[in-house]
């Protein structure tokens, strides 16, 4: 994998945690964060669970596949982005209005935005 393809996958990975971490068993939360999160190699999860590598990327493989699952059927992650894009829309709307139409409408954005 290109370390760009390998940016957008642990991105990806994190933005479900974020919405579905919790829903993980606590082995797969802990690998996904020692690997995701804390950028440890497969060897070094290995080494600390002593297990071997192979098992620590079928957990790996497992809690991806659990987090796609979840978000493929509530799109929780998909909302989100397609809320904040639209906020983001938004001001910039506002941005080309005259002056005195503004103020009450950026403060409407605000208040979306602290919405979530």
């Known amino acids: 994998m290109s370390g760009e393809n390998a940016l957008e996958k642990t991105n990806r990975i994190n ?6 971490g919790p829903l993980l068993t606590d082995k797969q ?3 996904l964060k020692c690997y995701f999160h804390d950028d440890y190699t497969l060897g070094e999860i290995a080494a600390d669970f002593r297990i071997s590598r192979q098992a620590v990327y079928e957990h790996l493989k497992r809690a991806e596949q659990v987090l796609e699952d979840y978000e493929a059927k509530l799109g929780l992650a998909a909302r989100h982005e397609k809320f904040h894009a639209g906020i983001e829309l938004l001001e910039t709307q506002i941005a080309g209005l005259p002056v005195e139409w503004r103020k009450p409408l950026t403060e409407t954005a605000a208040m979306l935005r602290g919405a979530e």
């Open 29 to 31: 939360q802990t690998f």
């Open 15 to 20: 933005v479900l945690y974020d919405f579905y």
